[in-house]
């Protein structure tokens, strides 16, 4: 994954869904708040800081640290492993989740606490290096 450059402003002023884009809004203010960086857009995900990850198979490569993207179905808010989050996701309120991702159809059904103490303890253990299987090695 490469950063694209592209303005977040702009890029999030063109989501066509109110609700996404409140939640957008929500959501670069919260991960702004949580990392102290600036968000920047990686093609249609908007990170904050950025890492590089390596796995034991050798599949290597460049991420956000922290990133959400506002889609069509729901805001996905990328994590390292959203299934090691189980007591805070039984208390966030209205969401799914995959391996790696939890979608929220709508932020203000959820509890934004929980929501902030799942971004920063999966902020944390980027920074620490607490990963896994993978070695992360932050770039910016």
Do not use: N
């Not at 995959?98 to 944390?124: F, N, P, Q, S």
Request: charged fraction near 25%.
């Amino acid at each position: 994954m490469k950063k694209s450059g592209g303005d977040v402003d702009e890029f999030l002023a063109a989501v066509t869904s109110p609700k996404r884009r409140r939640d957008a809004a929500t959501m670069v203010s919260l991960m702004r708040d949580v990392t102290g960086r600036e968000p920047e857009l990686w093609g249609t995900i908007v990170g904050f800081g950025s890492c590089h990850y390596h796995y034991p198979t050798g599949t290597e490569g460049d991420a956000p640290i922290s990133a959400f993207a506002p889609r069509r179905q729901a805001t996905t808010v990328y994590l390292l492993d959203a299934g090691a989050h189980g007591e805070r996701l039984a208390r966030l309120g209205p969401h799914e989740i995959g391996a790696g991702c939890l979608y929220v159809k709508d932020l203000e059904a959820i509890d934004a606490e929980v929501l902030r103490e799942i971004v920063a303890e999966d902020y944390r253990r980027v920074i620490d290096g607490d990963t896994g299987s993978a070695t992360l090695t932050v770039t910016g």
